[in-house]
């Protein structure tokens, strides 16, 4: 699946698999939220696609008015509902469900994972 990131989709010999999920990661600065709104920004402009943009650091104030600065239209994208900005409250899951988050980003294990009767 096409990125719309010419030399991404072709250091990646096309894009992305389809019917995976893609985590992007990388230290700070290293370009991870970029990468994911210019995805998702030529989804919208170019193939008429949603968006849903997950964020575990930033708010979706900091991401909008970030990536504002690339010209990217966000705010409109988000009234006409064609980009969406999630932000899990990892710490009250956490406390819901009883799972012990060890990195907030990528791993978690519950009880049962764990070997915990249930």
């Known amino acids: 699946m096409k990125t719309g990131i010419a030399a991404f989709d072709d250091l990646m010999m096309g894009g992305l698999p389809r019917r995976r999920t893609t985590i992007v990661a990388g230290t700070p600065g290293s370009g991870k939220t970029v990468f994911a709104t210019q995805f998702l920004s030529q989804g919208i402009i170019e193939l008429d696609e949603s968006g849903v943009f997950v964020?575990?650091?930033?708010?979706?104030?900091?991401?909008?008015a970030n990536?504002?600065?690339?010209?990217?239209?966000?705010?409109?994208?988000?009234?006409?509902?064609?980009w969406d900005i999630?932000?899990?409250?990892?710490?009250?899951?956490?406390?819901?469900?009883?799972?012990?988050?060890?990195?907030?980003?990528?791993?978690?294990?519950?009880?049962?994972?764990?070997?915990?009767?249930?």
Do not use: C, Q
């Not at 575990?56 to 909008?64: A, L, Q, R, V």
């Not at 690339?70 to 009234?79: Q, S, V």
């Not at 899990?88 to 009767?117: F, K, M």
């Open 55 to 64: 964020t575990f650091e930033e708010s979706p104030s900091e991401i909008e």
């Open 86 to 118: 999630l932000e899990p409250l990892l710490e009250e899951w956490s406390a819901t469900t009883g799972a012990v988050l060890h990195d907030p980003v990528t791993r978690y294990a519950s009880p049962i994972s764990r070997g915990a009767a249930a």
């Open 67 to 82: 990536m504002s600065t690339f010209g990217w239209e966000i705010g409109r994208w988000l009234l006409e509902e064609d």
